[in-house]
DNA sequence: TCAAAAAAACCAACCAGCTTGTTTTTAAAG
DNA sequence: CTTTAAAAACAAGCTGGTTGGTTTTTTTGA
């Protein structure tokens, strides 16, 4: 029985807000952004197509809404793996496997990445979700700076030893849509995981 | 005076196919994928609709076309610099530096970009486009081989380190299209720079 | 050599389907 | 009874692909 007794206003919207939001990330992570149609959205949310425009009257108030959340649980993610290596669950090496992991087969990267070349043609779009990036950017490095320190500052900082995973995360999972080598995957991963051990190390116990 | 002057069906041709091609890369780079037409293609290209869906019947072929022509452009561009470290008109850091300007200025990386990202959900251009990306990257080891040796082959092989460079270029290009701060992928070149030193040298004379 | 026939390149209009966004109605909650 | 949420029908525009016809080049054969 999925009758619905009586709910109010708010948990109507709230609940309908995220079957779209919802939809949207999935619906980009399956089918790319070129075939994500607002439309099937609503479907996949089974939601019509007239509560979707009531609670977000254009595709990119869409889109918007649902890179913030996706964000929120992409931060949300790291942070609870940086905790796991933090308390020991987790070590050097399976931190980062965790994390390429979560790259390669989660929602969030791919979804991503749609989104952010989307925002390369449409300068509105981009305007939008700069702020967005940024912000998700200063929650990385906030994760990773009580989690890991520096080697050696003066040559190579924690800040840049995060940009370099994070760059070749990106590249790697970049090369993956095209290139299903897993052998090769892997042995990437070790070579990144050798640099950065070079660089950086788990901050023992709390700062 | 444009009077074309009794020119031979190959030369037709091959003209308006070079149009269509270029016009596509260049429509990628600029606008996007999402907003690439074969309309939009045949008009940039200053050619009827019609010759256009005469050379390449659908869309996928222009764009399978057109990604091939690409790549060999990549291609050579890459062993232009590789020969010009090799032959001392550049430096190490020097050819870092201009393959990095290459990849956020060119029309190349970004235009593949969209390629990629639509294959992605795009099965049929997912298969076509497979053999080519890989064929590209033999041909990017083919030049990487023979400008660099490895220091400590046992530990970072040299194809490992021009996958690692490959792979953080990818990232910061991604990242560059929300994030427009010169300062940070200044730093983040050096980063890369600095790493990659420590693990290949420039294959001094001919081999 | 040179017209006629064939082939290739090119052009413009059309079509069916899908896109987003708007407008009109109906239902539910306050 | 007023306001908000949800639903459905509508409208204008663009998409890729197809189709019928025209021009240009190449081939044929007398």
């Given amino acids: 029985m999925t009758v619905m007794t009586r709910r109010t206003q708010d948990?109507?919207?709230?609940?309908?807000?995220?079957?779209?939001?919802?939809?949207?990330?999935?619906m980009l992570m399956d089918v790319g952004y070129a075939n994500t149609s607002?439309?099937?959205?609503?479907?996949?949310a089974g939601v019509s197509r007239g509560a979707q425009t009531h609670h977000y009257p254009s595709k990119m108030d869409l889109?918007?809404?649902?890179?913030e959340e996706m964000f929120g649980n992409y931060a949300a993610g790291l942070e609870a793996l940086a905790e796991d290596l933090r308390n020991g669950?987790?070590?050097?090496?399976g931190f980062f496997d965790a994390v390429w992991n979560e790259v390669l087969h989660g929602d969030w990267f791919y979804s991503s990445l749609e989104i952010i070349v989307a925002a390369r043609g449409?300068?509105?779009?981009?305007?939008?979700?700069?702020?967005?990036?940024?912000?998700?950017?200063?929650r990385f490095e906030a994760i990773w700076s009580k989690t890991f320190v520096a080697v050696n500052p003066e040559v190579i900082?924690?800040?840049m030893a995060l940009n370099l995973a994070l760059n070749v995360f990106r590249g790697m999972a970049v090369q993956a849509v095209l290139r299903r080598d897993e052998a090769y995957f892997r042995e990437m991963l070790i070579?990144?995981?050798?640099?950065?051990?070079?660089?950086?190390?788990p901050a023992s116990g709390p700062a």
């Fill in 191 to 201: 070579t990144l995981k050798t640099m950065l051990a070079g660089h950086v190390r």
């Fill in 89 to 93: 669950v987790l070590d050097f090496d």
């Fill in 63 to 67: 889109i918007v809404a649902a890179t």
């Fill in 11 to 26: 948990q109507r919207s709230t609940e309908t807000r995220r079957l779209l939001l919802a939809a949207t990330v999935q």
């Fill in 38 to 44: 607002t439309a099937g959205i609503a479907k996949r």
């Fill in 122 to 138: 449409d300068a509105g779009l981009r305007h939008q979700l700069s702020p967005l990036i940024l912000d998700l950017h200063d």
């Fill in 157 to 159: 900082s924690s800040r």
